[in-house]
């Protein structure tokens, strides 16, 4: 009985013991509490893990909707926009039209972890503090090296040696995202001095580009359909801009002073030669027409009597066909002659201009390039030129 008193008198002691030891210590974590950081500690409850605020907010960031690539054409413009001459086709939708973007969608995002980015990842589109995407000329770029600047200018001397071009070098350039390490002003090319007006700022590999295409494709053709050569090439060079002109597009190739626009040609003999006057019906407008040629009859309700739309038609048709059998005038004939004559000639030149220029964009591209052709070279993957 005395060892089993002693025995429980001991247990009972350390009870109180270490009671008051837990008692201390839930104390002390009482007031260490208010130093501990929030959510230092992550909880798994039902196979979640439940991750600390700050690197949820960074992994909801890093996991979103992708915004929609915009791409030309044109500028596909090559300057194409959707395909590239859909993208420099954003444009598609016409010079000034608008960018779609997705709407914000409220939606749950799951809770992952943050990931790296991706080392070939497109930067982030810089915006002004108003929210607005900054133009090119506003962005922050590194100046020209002077390894660059060496580069550029070797590469002129060896493009321009065996080609007959007035030209003059121009200093390094930029403006903000634009410009180029060796550009130039070109004044004319070839043995006749063809003249652009105005004077187009371009790099060295467009005006090597530009002088084989006029001196070897365009002044043949021209003396052989006009009896005269081309004198003048109207046009605009450089533009800080992107493509379209649009805020949220790709850099525009006349950013780079790597890209022409064309509007016309003067021949020595003072004929003018308008893209918009001289192409012709372009290809969307022949695929507008023969779908409007493809429609059903519809059925017209005329003083009670229901007429057949096609049947009207039928002996419009007949006129037509009656007419194509009559003689045309000698000045009927003669301006025939002339727009076949006009639209050849253009054809040919944007034709020609595909085997030389990475991007040429005409009129039947889209509305956009509906009167002008597009040049520029762009290097695309595999080589490949854009034509349309």
Known sequence: MALRSKAIAKAHRLAVRYSVILTRVAFLGLLLLPLIEPNSFSIIRAGRVTLPLETELHARSEVGAAAPEIAPGVTAEADQPPSEADVESASTRAADS???TLPPVDM???LLPAQPAEPNASPAEPVAPDGKPLPPSKQAARPWTDAEIADAKAECG???????A????????REGICGAPAPRELRSVG???????????LNCPMIAGLAT?????????AQQSFGSPIARVIGASYSCRNRYGLARAPLSEHALMDAVDIAAFVLADGKVIRISKGWGPTAAQLKRAAAKASEPPTVNKVKGEKLLVSASKLGANDIAKHGEDKPKSPEAEKEAAAKLALSSFLHHAHDSACEIFGTVLGPDANDAHHDHFHLDMKVRRQQTSLCE
């Open 98 to 100: 608008k960018v779609p």
């Open 108 to 110: 749950p995002t799951p």
């Open 158 to 164: 060896r493009l321009l040696a065996n080609i007959t």
């Open 166 to 173: 007035v030209t003059e070098e121009l200093p390094p350039a």
């Open 191 to 201: 043995e006749g001095k063809v003249k652009f007006e105005p004077p187009a700022t």
């Open 213 to 221: 295409w006029i001196n070897d494709k365009l002044q043949p053709a």
